[in-house]
Structure formats: C-alpha cells, structure tokens
C-alpha cells in the first residue's frame, strides 16, 4: 500500500524561481511529538516545508499559505503514511568487533551476566576482539549496524566506546563512530566510556586505571575533538559510585556533560549520583529507588529506559516507571544496541519492549525515541520533533496510527527518511 515514488522524491516541474521550499511533503497525516498536549502532536492531512536543512512549515494541507508550498524543489508523496521525527537512539554500543553468541549459550545453560563478567568474559572479552582491530575493519565490522538502525528511522545515533580500555583502542573507536556518521550521513553523538570495565591488565590497579582515564584519556578525547559526553558504569561489576564520581569531575573540568549507567543489576546509589551532577540522563534504573527518581525529576536528568538489556538479560526487576512518572522524570528509551546484554538493532523492537516488559504506552514509547532523546544528547529543539525551525530528520511509515510503531513485533513499516532535507529511500519489510 501507499508506495512513496520510485527514488523517494520527484522532480516538479513547477517553478523554482518563485523561491519555493526545497522540499515539500504532502498526503501524510504527521505525529509531530511536540508538546502540544495533543495525543502525538499529531496533525491529520498536514504538510512539511523544508529549506535547506531546516523544516520551514508545519500544518494542515487546507490551512498552507500559497507561498509556502508553490514552487517545491522536490515533493515527496506520503500517500497517506505517517510522518514521524527521525528517530533518536540515545544509548548504544555498536562500534565494537566479535559477537559474544558464545556467552548468550552459557547464559541458556544457567550462567548469569555477572558471573561470566567475573570469570574474565563478558566486556572484557569484546575488549580483546576489538583492541586487535584496525580502524578499518571496526568500520567494516559495525556499519551493517548502523545501516539496521538507519533503516528503521534511525536518523540521530549516539555511539560510546568502552571496548578499548587504553587510550589508543578508545581514541579509534570514536573515530570510527565518527566516520560511521559521515559514511552513512546519519547524525552521530559520540560519547566515551572508558570507565566501562577494569582492563584485565589493571587488575589489581584500580587507582591506576583511574588516574589514566581521568589524567589521559577524557583529556585526549576532549583535546582530538572526539567526544561530546562522557559516561560510566556504575555497578557492582564495575565502577563505584565514588570511582564514577572521579571520572565526572574529569568530564566537568573538560566542560563535557555527563551520563551514568545506573542501577541496572542492583541498587547501587547511581541515580542519586547522577542527579548530584546533573547528569544528561541516567540509563537503564532498573533498581532505582523512590529517592533516587526524585532526585532525578529534581535535577531534569532523563532516565533512559534500556529494555533489551532487561529482556536480554532475562531479569525481572522493573524500572520504576510508576514513580519516574509521578515524579515527573523525562523518559526516553533506547537499544542499548552491544553484543553482550543487548544485541538489538531495531529502534521499533526496543519500543515494543518498553511496553509490553515496562508498561509504557505507546505514545510514550515513540516520544522516548524521539521528543524525549534529544535533550540527553543536547539537541532539543533540534531534532525529535517536526517543528518549524527543526533540522529536517524524518521518518515516513507505512502504518495507519502511529501506535503501530510499537505494535508490530519484527516489522519495518518505514518506506523513507529524510534526513538534514535529503530523502533517502526505505524497502520496508510490511
Ligand atoms: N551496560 C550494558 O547494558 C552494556 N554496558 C553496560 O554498562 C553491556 C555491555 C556488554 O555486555 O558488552
Ligand atoms: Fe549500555
């Protein structure tokens, strides 16, 4: 149904000398996920403007003003599809090399997470894989990732590293993020996380391996122009709070905000961490407690839901939704898309999964790709919404509600995306 045009726009001829938009997008209803206080934003029969990079108008169809939809330098037809922001995915692992396919077969025959992380494997067995490859071949070896996200409506990607745990393997994978981003023309947030695990040769040198992350490491990053957020693993297999809060003060005194992996095997005292540094957000939280999602809401740091880890994982302690409610915590959701606990590649799965394992409705499934992901990467306003003035990163689905996009379970309804106002063609799997 609703085929969009061959190459996913159209030349008109009508006249581009009158100074249209450069791109225009009819026959589509649009779920803007602006903060209207209408269900999805959304704008029935509308029309999207767009000059340059930029969405120049936003509306109903029978309400656009002649001069913003005369002389379009492209038009794409929705034929009745739906609109969306491009999709925002704020946390993944996806630069790295190896699977751990070896590991998901122990954790079948009983062997938990953190007894194969303590046993040497886990983490530390990607670090080997990764550390051995070129910058070249952890391109080659991650840009089919990329290409899976991108193709269901992925348009903003954040990427940590955390598989090197030495100065030279951290530095290459965010270069390799980077050039990911440029080789795919997807927007990329790159995001180190040195403090991911203990290297196995620092055992017995914590103190040591901190003094590297914090003396060398943030600074290396910061300095090469690599890196625009740093975070931390907080947890009983990695870091502690105080460990954590060493390696923010490095960030701070770079200017780099802050994001914090907290609470997700136990309740380890990582949301009230990252609320005393105004964290950006605060990522999986599936043992946060009452307190510390108050401390969250106080201090206007996102909580980042990770369900495929959750279910991944086979764990059965929720995140505290309920309270990330009442409290008024931004909630966004994400992949978490790495070869240990999480090895999802589709945004729309992770959406299904924060409501059927979490309880999110689907309208707060879409806003926490979307509307709400973009603060915890700094680009409100930016992106996660189709508004005037935003950067034109869209998606364009074949669906007919938008709660479709959380429904469907190993679908891809997405037909195209739009991304900086260039359109790109989907298959889409429907
Ligand atoms: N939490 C996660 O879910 C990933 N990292 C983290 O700190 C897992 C990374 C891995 O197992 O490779
Ligand atoms: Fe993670």
Redo the contacts with the bound molecule.
């Keep these: 149904m609703r085929k969009i045009c061959q190459d996913g726009r159209r030349e008109d001829d009508l006249n581009r000398e009158t100074g249209g938009p450069d791109l225009l997008i009819r026959n589509v209803h649009v779920a803007t996920m602006a903060d209207t206080g209408e269900a999805y934003g959304v704008v029935r029969d509308g029309l999207v403007a767009v000059a340059g990079r930029r969405i120049t108008w936003v509306g109903a169809a029978r309400a656009v003003p002649r001069e913003v939809a005369a002389g379009a330098g492209h038009i794409l037809d929705g034929e009745g599809g739906w609109l969306t922001p491009g999709l925002i995915d704020c946390h993944t692992?996806l630069v790295f090399a190896g699977t751990?396919a070896g590991e998901f077969e122990m954790r079948l025959r009983g062997m938990t997470y953190e007894a194969i992380a303590r046993a040497g494997g886990?983490?530390r067995s990607?670090v080997a894989a990764t550390r051995t490859a070129t910058e070249e071949q952890l391109c080659d070896a991650s840009e089919w990732r990329m290409k899976a996200l991108a193709a269901h409506g992925v348009t903003t990607v954040e990427i940590k590293s955390g598989y090197g745990l030495d100065v030279d393997t951290e530095l290459r994978m965010l270069r390799v993020a980077r050039t990911l981003g440029e080789r795919l023309a997807v927007r990329v947030s790159r995001t180190l996380l040195a403090a991911?695990a203990l290297p196995p040769e620092y055992q017995d040198r914590r103190e040591a391996y901190l003094d590297l992350v914090c003396g060398t490491v943030v600074a290396r990053a910061a300095a090469e122009n690599l890196v625009h957020a740093v975070d931390a693993?907080c947890e009983g297999i990695?870091f502690t709070p105080a460990e954590c809060a060493r390696v923010f003060d490095a960030a701070v005194a770079h200017r780099l905000p802050v994001r914090l992996?907290a609470d997700?095997l136990s309740p380890f005292g990582g949301a009230e961490l990252a609320a005393r540094y105004r964290a950006r957000s605060a990522d999986?939280l599936e043992y946060a407690t009452d307190a510390g999602c108050r401390a969250l809401a106080a201090a206007g740091t996102t909580a980042v839901l990770?369900p495929g880890?959750y279910y991944t994982l086979g764990e059965s302690h929720r995140p505290p939704v309920d309270a990330l409610r009442r409290h008024g915590v931004r909630i966004a959701v994400a992949t978490?898309l790495?070869?240990?606990?999480?090895p999802v590649t589709s945004p729309l799965l992770a959406m299904n999964m924060a409501c059927v394992l979490f309880g999110l409705t689907p309208e707060e499934a879409l806003a926490g790709m979307t509307r709400q992901a973009a603060p915890v990467l700094g680009l409100e306003g930016e992106v996660g919404v189709v508004s005037p003035g935003a950067c034109a990163d869209l998606a364009l689905w074949d669906v007919d509600h938008p709660s479709e996009l959380s429904y469907w379970i190993g679908a891809n309804p997405c037909r195209a995306v739009v991304r900086g106002g260039e359109v790109h063609d989907h298959p889409g799997t429907r």
């Design positions: 692992h751990r886990g983490i990607t991911h693993f990695a992996h997700q999986h990770l880890a978490d790495n070869p240990g606990s999480s």
